[in-house]
């Protein structure tokens, strides 16, 4: 583990030691407090969008914080996900969480979670082998807002519950340098394609 990358290590553990967090720690992992629907198997790919609503749903339902108690965003401005998978694996489906068990947002910013990232910064450095341009998704946790968590607030994150399809991807690019990214070194990137799929209605 190089210097700086135990140094977002105990930035995080410190974020889950204060606050709320403890509370959460103290409760025990998400998986024993939370019922397992049928599609909670990691990797779970929804059919079609009426499974993706129950997905989300469900996240909404069993959110730390509660939906009541988180900020939504309210705004229309592109996002930008970072992903490892090539558009011919995601643009006929969804972009899916890690799980949908793990409805903790707090513990969504350390790791994998029931949350889909997704940032309102085209020129973030994160890791990911092609950025994607998302165009009329609405809502989303304003993560910022939420959970004011100060080393987080360059990424200008909105977190979707349940994920989102892949409709909404106006465009993508190839990621140039993933190697580098995440180590403050600014992504470099192929021209823009455009998504014959888009539809954002």
């Given at each position: 583990m190089s210097a700086g990358e135990a140094g977002v290590f105990a930035a995080v553990i410190r974020r889950f030691l204060r606050g709320p967090e403890q509370d959460l720690l103290r409760a025990g992992p998400a998986v024993g407090r939370i019922e397992l629907p049928w599609f909670a198997k990691l990797g779970h790919v929804p059919k079609n969008d009426a499974e993706w609503r129950q997905g989300v749903d469900h996240v909404i339902q069993k959110m730390t914080p509660s939906a009541d108690e988180v900020v939504w965003r309210k705004t229309d401005e592109p996002l930008y996900r970072y992903d490892d998978r090539p558009p011919g694996r995601l643009l006929d489906g969804y972009f899916t969480p890690h799980d949908y068990v793990d409805a903790d947002l707090y513990q969504h910013l350390g790791g994998c979670s029931s949350f889909v990232s997704t940032t309102r910064n085209a020129e973030l450095?994160?890791?990911?082998?092609?950025?994607?341009?998302l165009r009329g998704l609405r809502g989303g946790v304003d993560v910022d807002a939420t959970?004011?968590?100060?080393?987080?607030r360059n990424q200008r994150e909105v977190a979707f519950p349940g994920g989102f399809p892949a409709r909404y991807v106006s465009r993508w690019r190839s990621v140039l340098n993933p190697e580098d990214l995440g180590r403050d070194t600014a992504p470099r990137f192929s021209d823009w394609v455009t998504n014959p799929r888009f539809d954002p209605s």
């Amino acid at each position: 583990m190089s210097a700086g990358e135990a140094g977002v290590f105990a930035a995080v553990i410190r974020r889950f030691l204060r606050g709320p967090e403890q509370d959460l720690l103290r409760a025990g992992p998400a998986v024993g407090r939370i019922e397992l629907p049928w599609f909670a198997k990691l990797g779970h790919v929804p059919k079609n969008d009426a499974e993706w609503r129950q997905g989300v749903d469900h996240v909404i339902q069993k959110m730390t914080p509660s939906a009541d108690e988180v900020v939504w965003r309210k705004t229309d401005e592109p996002l930008y996900r970072y992903d490892d998978r090539p558009p011919g694996r995601l643009l006929d489906g969804y972009f899916t969480p890690h799980d949908y068990v793990d409805a903790d947002l707090y513990q969504h910013l350390g790791g994998c979670s029931s949350f889909v990232s997704t940032t309102r910064n085209a020129e973030l450095s994160w890791a990911g082998n092609f950025q994607y341009e998302l165009r009329g998704l609405r809502g989303g946790v304003d993560v910022d807002a939420t959970a004011g968590a100060a080393m987080y607030r360059n990424q200008r994150e909105v977190a979707f519950p349940g994920g989102f399809p892949a409709r909404y991807v106006s465009r993508w690019r190839s990621v140039l340098n993933p190697e580098d990214l995440g180590r403050d070194t600014a992504p470099r990137f192929s021209d823009w394609v455009t998504n014959p799929r888009f539809d954002p209605s």
